[in-house]
């Protein structure tokens, strides 16, 4: 557990409160059970300083995260708090590909989750066979496996491959998901996940599916893009943040300091 004083009186109300909500992230993630010991890594872009965001240090496990403890770099990869820890250098590489690319995205998760790596190894990803999948479809793309991400090189063809989405499959690695919010990106990772969990659940009883028409998939796709753009009926993890958080202060208290 990390002994690291809290950085509240020191930075502004409105990172505070971008780092609790990350610090948050990270304890969500371990305890939905999609965390790798100390791989993987989520981030959030620093309010009011577009080229500084927050990512963990390379030492915590994701139940212990806090507020305090999340290390502050630029888009060099510069570390600009103290930390007795250092960032992860593949993390860095995929955050700061998509906090380059993409002005209005505040948060990128990615995550080596069994059932995430094992579509993302299938050869045609995510298929079109439940109404979950079809939602996240609507927001997803691809991006080959190019090994451990330490080439900075990768991160034009890793943006670009990601496009306006906010669901990519790294291909033989695992799921990303980006959001304008915490909320929305971790709520974009939930849905993942279970899409995922689904196909492989399916695919494992070994019979054979029941086959949605491709008029259905491109209007349930079409559907859900508009449902899900700003303005529309259901803007993503604006309701889910409040009742997880509550949830999380039950079972895993202490994120926010």
């Given at each position: 557990?990390?002994?690291?004083?809290?950085?509240?009186?020191?930075?502004?109300?409105?990172?505070?409160?971008?780092?609790?909500?990350?610090?948050?992230?990270?304890?969500?993630?371990?305890?939905?059970?999609?965390?790798?010991?100390?791989?993987?890594?989520?981030?959030?872009?620093?309010?009011?300083?577009?080229?500084?965001?927050?990512?963990?240090?390379?030492?915590?496990?994701?139940?212990?995260?806090?507020?305090?403890?999340?290390?502050?770099?630029?888009?060099?990869?510069?570390?600009?708090?103290?930390?007795?820890?250092?960032?992860?250098?593949?993390?860095?590489?995929?955050?700061?590909?998509?906090?380059?690319?993409?002005?209005?995205?505040?948060?990128?998760?990615?995550?080596?989750?069994?059932?995430?790596?094992?579509?993302?190894?299938?050869?045609?990803?995510?298929?079109?066979?439940?109404?979950?999948?079809?939602?996240?479809?609507?927001?997803?793309?691809?991006?080959?496996?190019?090994?451990?991400?330490?080439?900075?090189?990768?991160?034009?063809?890793?943006?670009?491959?990601?496009?306006?989405?906010?669901?990519?499959?790294?291909?033989?690695?695992?799921?990303?998901?980006v959001g304008n919010t915490v909320a929305e990106a971790f709520m974009w990772m939930y849905r993942a996940e279970?899409?995922?969990?689904?196909?492989?659940?399916?695919?494992?009883?070994?019979?054979?599916?029941?086959?949605?028409?491709?008029?259905?998939?491109?209007?349930?796709?079409?559907?859900?893009?508009?449902?899900?753009?700003?303005?529309?009926?259901?803007?993503?993890?604006?309701?889910?943040?409040?009742?997880?958080?509550?949830?999380?202060?039950?079972?895993?208290?202490?994120?926010?300091?």
């Open positions: 557990m990390s002994n690291v004083a809290t950085l509240r009186p020191n930075v502004s109300q409105s990172e505070w409160q971008m780092r609790v909500d990350l610090a948050a992230c990270y304890r969500l993630v371990d305890l939905y059970g999609w965390s790798d010991l100390l791989a993987t890594h989520l981030s959030a872009r620093v309010p009011d300083a577009n080229d500084q965001f927050l990512i963990n240090p390379f030492g915590l496990m994701f139940d212990e995260m806090t507020a305090s403890d999340l290390i502050k770099v630029d888009e060099d990869g510069n570390e600009l708090s103290e930390s007795e820890y250092n960032i992860n250098p593949a993390g860095f590489v995929i955050h700061s590909a998509v906090h380059m690319a993409r002005p209005e995205v505040a948060c990128v998760m990615h995550t080596h989750t069994a059932a995430g790596v094992s579509v993302a190894t299938q050869e045609d990803g995510l298929l079109p066979l439940t109404q979950q999948a079809l939602a996240v479809m609507a927001q997803s793309s691809y991006h080959n496996y190019e090994g451990i991400a330490f080439d900075l090189a990768e991160r034009e063809r890793l943006a670009a491959d990601l496009g306006d989405n906010k669901v990519l499959f790294l291909r033989n690695h695992g799921l990303l998901t279970r899409a995922c969990r689904f196909q492989l659940a399916f695919q494992q009883a070994g019979v054979k599916a029941a086959q949605i028409p491709q008029e259905t998939i491109d209007v349930t796709i079409q559907r859900n893009r508009e449902a899900n753009a700003p303005g529309g009926y259901r803007e993503i993890g604006v309701r889910e943040w409040p009742a997880l958080l509550r949830k999380l202060d039950k079972e895993n208290p202490g994120y926010d300091s």
